[in-house]
């Protein structure tokens, strides 16, 4: 065996996360979700306001910061080219997250965004046509803001029953075209606001 050759099999590709390239935040019924008031790795300060009636965070994007993730590469609607040119690069793999949002646009709904759910199915139709193997995170920092705001995110024992409901949801509804699964980008990575 020649070390220098990578296997027939190997999967070279790349890799994105929805909240880094999709744009088109709050399209098709998407709702804000964490990344949405961000405008630094760790600042989602930046984008939100205690409200000490509520107690509650709220949303309060500051009209003078860039919040990135509400453009991005715009591949929401030029993810058919994009793609194309991964082919082009012999891509037989491409990683990317499901931004929650589009799928359950709030966090806790009881039915799932439809809207969200045929654009991931025409992504995953458009990578396997051009022969690439689509490799999904389930959370890639896109959580729903609403289940930040309302229930304190990940420290919320309620965050269970929404987190089954949607893997359940995209799992059932993927199950013929995505085979590989990651759970958390960087779990390591949570923020947890007190």
Known sequence: MNENVFPKNFLWGGAVAANQCEGAWL???KQPNI???MVGI???EAGLKWNEETKKWEMALDPDKVYLSHEGIDFYHRYREDLALMKGMGFKCFRTS???GRIYPKGDEAE???AGLKFYDELFDEMLRLGMEPVVTLSH???PLHLMTEYGGWASQ???VFWKNYVTTVFNRYKGKVHLWLTFNEVNNSYFAA
């Open 27 to 29: 399209e098709d019924g």
């Open 35 to 37: 990344t949405d008031v």
């Open 42 to 44: 760790n600042a989602p």
């Open 98 to 100: 499901i931004a929650w």
């Open 112 to 114: 799932p965004n439809e």
């Open 141 to 143: 920092y896109e959580t």
């Open 158 to 160: 309620k965050m269970i």
